[in-house]
């Protein structure tokens, strides 16, 4: 394992991602009354000046870039049925060090994760959950964002 994916794995460590992960999907995990939203109803919910992240349709999710040095890390999220699945693509010069969805990075640290959640991801049945779901991964995204620019 080269040294950036070493960093990047202690970078989850320290902010606990895997934790937080797991407390949000058990928080939001019914199933059967998940809600189908729009990107309006996404967009909506903030300030959408402060909401800056790129729309694809043809997915149906939402992303972000950073840059730092020599990593580019895309954040991306889609919201179908109510399923908020987030996911980091992070490259270094063109070649991917790690493509993962959040389940899959919290498995990194965490090898018991799917044993301690209901489902693998969180679960919107109102749109106050959507908000209250999407501010902890937005929390979660910007500690994990931070913590990089930090090491940098």
Do not use: Q
Not at 40 to 58: L, R, V
Not at 63 to 92: A, P, Q, T
Not at 138 to 152: M, Q
Request: aromatic letters at 18%; hydrophobic letters at 40%; glycine letters at 4%.
């Amino acid at each position: 394992m080269n040294k950036i994916m070493k960093n990047i794995e202690k970078t989850l460590s320290d902010i606990g991602f895997a934790k937080r992960y797991i407390l949000l999907c058990n928080k939001f995990s019914d199933f059967n009354n998940g809600k189908n939203f729009t990107k309006k109803d996404i967009i909506g919910i903030f300030n959408k000046d402060a909401f800056n992240m790129e729309f694809n349709s043809k997915e149906s999710l939402f992303f972000k870039n950073y840059v730092v040095g020599n990593l580019m890390i895309r954040f991306l999220f889609g919201y179908k049925y109510g399923f908020i699945d987030c996911r980091y693509w992070i490259l270094e010069y063109n070649e991917t060090l790690l493509n993962g969805s959040f389940r899959e990075i919290a498995l990194m640290e965490d090898k018991e994760f799917n044993e301690k959640v209901a489902y693998r991801f969180p679960i919107a049945t109102s749109l106050s959950d959507l908000k209250d779901i999407l501010d902890s991964i937005f929390n979660l995204n910007d500690d994990f964002i931070s913590k990089i620019f930090d090491d940098k």
